[in-house]
């Protein structure tokens, strides 16, 4: 039978992790975009452009962006355990697996970084904002948001430790 396991000894898989990353970031991106649209709807807020204010101030945006952390630190750790779920350690390599999990937090911390400056400041459209308003106004969610995606696979980590313990 032929192993479709990664062994974890080729290091990080950036390929993979890039496009588990892409699916990832799309999933939180709909989830948290609907929770406050959704919220919008049910409580009939006004849109921001109604109020004269940004997306940052919106009523709907402003209830609703706690749960956006709570999307993160729910679906990402999902799809670390998806790319990991196919490496392969070997006994005794306790130290590799470790490295790889803080490799893999550093790259999906520097592709949603890179990614949302791209898509939510540079790219125009009804929901971007400006650099001030994105990295100074968005604190402390854009912060927390960013240390959830970076924890994530060590959330993976410490959890498949915890569920292999015998």
């Known amino acids: 039978m032929i192993s479709t396991q990664q062994p974890l000894e080729k290091g990080l898989d950036t390929t993979r992790a890039l496009i588990y990353f892409s699916i990832a970031y799309a999933v939180v991106t709909v989830l948290a975009t609907a929770t406050t649209i959704t919220y919008g709807i049910i409580y009939h807020t006004p849109k921001p452009e109604e109020l004269g204010v940004s997306l940052l101030k919106a009523p709907s945006f402003v209830a609703t962006v706690p749960y956006h952390v709570l999307i993160m630190l729910l679906v990402w750790p999902v799809f670390a355990w998806v790319y990991f779920r196919k490496r392969q350690l070997q006994q005794g390599n306790d130290d590799k697996e470790v490295r790889e999990t803080l490799r893999l937090s550093f790259l999906w911390l520097a592709a949603a970084m890179i ?52």
């Open 115 to 166: 990614v949302d400056f791209v898509c939510f400041v540079l790219i125009k459209h009804p929901w971007s904002l400006t650099p001030h308003e994105f990295y100074v106004e968005y604190e402390p969610w854009i912060s927390l948001i960013y240390i959830s995606i970076f924890l994530s696979p060590l959330i993976r980590l410490a959890l498949s430790r915890l569920l292999t313990k015998k």
